[in-house]
């Protein structure tokens, strides 16, 4: 066992040297591998801070209920309080006839038409304002509850915009996806070929060694270990790239959003979908060694 | 040591490489294997070393009949015996104590054992003190006697030999042959093909003559 370990540990600091000592080739593999992972990273960014931005409208998902003309103040009065004790309900304001007139006649333009009227043509209004965690499909089955309601006139409910928002975020997720799924496929077929071209370059070294009675495992371990290296290396500078490219973006996005009035910053990757970087490159780099191993060095046979 | 039971073997597209070859060779024994190039003397070593496998016959290396070995049995055995090729087949990019490290390394020996070892092999070549040399920089006997260091680096008790001084002059072909017979004096068995009729005659030793794939004469 502890021979099995040393052997290994051998194997994994040769491998690095050996990587080491075609600083360019090597450089130029791990640079395409990390520019491939970064792509489906820099994406889930895109996606992370589509997100945020979306979570800062909330005031999109209020919806407003217009009670029916003539309906008593003390009516409305009720059915706020009983709104207000709904789980999914954040808070309810109620707009009276006479405060809506107001603003109404406040925001100027229409002074002398209000002025000719007999009595306030406006209704009370309900402005409810969900938690934010309600999903859609609830707001849009208490929107139906409350409008079947007798003093309840109509309830204008705007949540086709978050909906399609959702579906866009959806859909762009679920193509993040393929993208990553066809770029790992990508890495795992660099690093095969790569690995490919050290098996060929390393041909007389294999045949010596199966000669002297290397097994299979042996002459496949140095490899894999190149794999590994490849994989690891390439997905940190996927992450590095990452990095780099919020950096570049943040001061102009946080002027931009400071423009707007927003306080709004760019996410970055968390831990989770760093790991998850790494770990894809890694496992493909170890993927595609495995598969150009398996294809060409059991061709290569001694001869004498 | 090395039997052979009517051993015949067919290459793809009908030439037979041998045919019916008996032959034995004891523990310990030093034999060559002589005749012209074609007579089957390459094809009879690659038997031993598993490079090809008999066609009919038993080919037994310790009481083993080896040609009915699986694959994945072939690299142990072929660590149990030390092998020296024409063209020495070393690696260019490694050094000496490299080259000669690789058996052990294969084996998976721990770093201190193969320093001593590979030391002590090269001692016995006359080659301690160019651990650090790249081959290229060696003379050819010299490279040859990398090689059979390497071949028996591990102590294998079985050493063959493919016209180990196939590229040598007479002298250089005369010392390898030295360094072989010194190594049989210590127990190692061994099969030296060779068409070096001339050095034979200096050398000694049992010969076994094969022509067109049979054993067609020798002494002993």
């Excluded at chain 1, 990273?41 to 999109?60: D, F, H, P, Q, Y």
């Excluded at chain 2, 090729?85 to 020996?109: C, W, Y």
């Excluded at chain 2, 493919?162 to 002298?171: H, I, S, V, Y």
């Amino acid at each position: 066992m502890r021979q099995w370990l040393t052997r290994h540990a051998q194997n994994c600091v040769a491998s690095v040297g050996r990587l080491v000592a075609h600083p360019g080739g090597t450089l130029l593999t791990v640079a395409v591998i990390g520019v491939s992972l970064a792509l489906p990273a820099g994406l889930n960014i895109l996606v992370r801070n589509g997100e945020a931005l979306a979570g800062g409208w909330e005031s999109v998902r209020d919806f407003s209920v217009y009670l029916q003309p003539g309906a008593e103040l003390a009516n409305a009065q009720a059915l706020v309080n009983e709104l207000e004790n709904v789980v999914d309900i954040q808070s309810v304001e109620l707009v009276t006839a006479d405060a809506a007139l107001k603003e109404l006649r406040d925001s100027g333009g229409f002074a002398g038409v209000l002025d000719g009227l007999e009595k306030n043509p406006l209704p009370h209004t309900l402005v409810v304002r969900p938690k934010a965690e309600v999903p859609a499909a609830n707001l849009e089955r208490l929107a139906a509850e409350l409008g079947k309601r007798d003093i309840v006139d109509q309830v204008r409910l705007d949540t086709d915009w978050v909906a399609r928002l959702n579906a866009l975020l959806d859909l762009t997720r679920r193509g993040i996806w393929l993208a990553a799924g066809l770029l790992v496929g990508a890495v795992v077929v660099i690093v095969g070929n790569t690995i490919r071209l050290d098996i060929e370059n390393q041909r007389a070294e294999i045949e010596v060694a199966k000669l002297l009675g290397a097994t299979d495992a042996f002459v496949r371990r140095p490899f894999l270990y190149a794999g590994f290296w490849y994989g690891l290396v390439g997905g940190l500078f996927a992450l590095a790239v990452v990095a780099g490219g919020l950096a570049l973006l943040g001061g102009p996005v946080a002027r931009l959003s400071m423009l707007y009035g927003g306080s709004f910053r760019l996410v970055g990757l968390d831990g989770t979908s760093s790991l998850a970087v790494v770990g894809g490159g890694l496992l493909a780099g170890l993927a595609g060694a495995w598969v150009a191993v398996a294809r060409h060095l059991a061709a290569i046979q001694p001869k004498v | 040591m090395i039997r052979f039971d009517n051993v015949t073997k067919r290459y793809a597209g009908g030439r037979d490489g041998l045919s019916e070859v008996n032959l034995e060779v004891e523990a310990g024994e030093l034999v060559f294997l002589t005749g012209h190039s074609g007579a089957g003397k390459t094809t009879l070593l690659k038997l031993i070393a598993l490079i090809e496998r008999p066609t009919r016959g038993q080919v037994l290396v310790d009481g083993r009949n080896i040609g009915r070995l699986p694959a994945r049995a072939i690299p142990k055995h072929r660590r149990s015996l030390g092998m020296v090729f024409q063209d020495h087949k070393l690696l260019p990019e490694r050094t000496v104590f490299e080259n000669v490290s690789l058996p052990l390394i294969i084996a998976g020996m721990p770093r201190r054992e193969i320093a001593r070892r590979v030391r002590a092999a090269l001692d016995q070549v006359g080659l301690l003190g160019r651990e650090s040399a790249k081959p290229e920089s060696l003379s050819t006997g010299e490279q040859q006697r990398v090689g059979i260091a390497r071949a028996v680096v591990s102590r294998p008790g079985l050493l063959i030999a493919d016209e180990p001084t196939g590229n040598l002059d007479p002298a250089l072909s005369l010392e390898i042959m030295t360094v072989f017979k010194r190594l049989n004096q210590v127990g190692v068995t061994m099969l030296i093909a060779t068409h070096d009729l001339a050095l034979l005659d200096l050398v000694g030793g049992r010969r076994v003559v094969l022509a067109d794939g049979r054993v067609s004469g020798g002494s002993g």
